[in-house]
């Protein structure tokens, strides 16, 4: 049944470390995180969830998520219109959003990190370089548009 993943298992230790009770369901959603490709909407998680666990309910999973957050096993992004993505913490990076074809590119944190320090020192403001999508548009469609003038 459950075979261990040492991905898995540090999620579950950051959850016993805060002193939370492990259930099924929060082993379940963290196996469904570990397991993800990409990014995965509170929708398709709890679908993923229910596909191995049936019992558990969407509020559960958005429960579990929420703690997840404040435990910053997880952190959610925006990268277009709509529902909210969530991935693993450890998988922070930049996230770039083509308004004509709707692709997003993941980019290394690093490239807002000269923008991140702009922006402190002039403002005072500290960017989150991950939580919303920048927005533009991407090289193919860039192209696609001349060829079409
Ligand atoms: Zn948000
Ligand atoms: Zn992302
Ligand atoms: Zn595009």
């Known amino acids: 049944?459950?075979?261990?993943?040492?991905?898995?298992?540090?999620?579950?230790?950051a959850i016993r470390g805060a002193t939370k009770r492990v259930?099924?369901?929060?082993?379940?959603?963290?196996e469904v995180l570990v397991a993800a490709p990409g990014h995965l909407t509170a929708e398709e998680?709890?679908?993923e969830v229910q596909k191995r666990q049936p019992d558990v309910s969407p509020s559960t999973v958005y429960r579990i998520l929420e703690e997840f957050e404040a435990l910053e096993i997880v952190v959610h992004?925006?990268?277009?219109?709509?529902?909210?993505?969530?991935?693993?913490?450890?998988a922070v990076h930049g996230h770039l959003t083509c308004d004509e074809c709707g692709t997003t590119f993941e980019i290394p944190a690093a490239h807002f990190d000269a923008l991140s320090?702009?922006?402190q020192k002039t403002f005072g403001f500290r960017l989150d370089r991950h939580h919303v999508?920048?927005?533009?548009?991407?090289?193919?469609c860039q192209t696609h548009r001349q060829l079409h003038k």
Not at 77 to 90: P, S
Not at 133 to 140: F, L, N
């Open 23 to 30: 259930t099924v369901a929060k082993r379940t959603v963290a």
């Open 45 to 47: 998680i709890t679908y």
């Open 77 to 90: 992004a925006h990268l277009d219109q709509h529902a909210a993505v969530f991935h693993l913490a450890g």
């Open 133 to 140: 999508a920048v927005t533009g548009t991407c090289e193919y």
């Open 1 to 13: 049944m459950s075979r261990s993943n040492p991905e898995v298992d540090d999620i579950l230790s």
């Open 117 to 119: 320090k702009d922006l």
